[in-house]
């Protein structure tokens, strides 16, 4: 069963930060990633994906960067600031917080 948007509206910049958090990426590539790493239950939308990437962008937590790509084309790479690396901390803290809390309340 697919998650809804609006279940992990508020955890989209840390899933992103997560997938950056190891090594550089583009969007494609992360949006695949955070496919793969919710095994198909989750995926986002490009729209959603670029937005949130302007906004940490904005806020200083990612830094963009061109690099030619495979096909010789070039492409805007991700990368997460120690700005983000900050946030990440603090916001994972936050979602494990937030998880132990809903889990009283599962059936």
Do not use: C, H
């Not at 490009?46 to 960067?65: C, I, M």
């Amino acid at each position: 069963m697919p998650i809804s948007a609006d279940t992990i509206r508020g955890w989209v910049d840390l899933m992103i930060l997560s997938i950056l958090k190891d090594t550089d990426s583009y969007g494609y590539a992360i949006s695949q990633a955070i496919t793969e790493a919710t095994g198909d239950v989750y995926s986002l939308k490009e729209t959603t994906l670029y937005t949130a990437l302007k906004r940490l962008e904005s806020q200083s937590f990612v830094e963009s960067y061109r690099q030619e790509g495979p096909n010789g084309r070039s492409r805007t790479y991700y990368r997460i600031s120690p700005a983000g690396r900050d946030y990440y901390a603090a916001r994972s803290t936050e979602w494990r917080i937030t998880r132990q809390t809903l889990d009283n309340f599962t059936l």
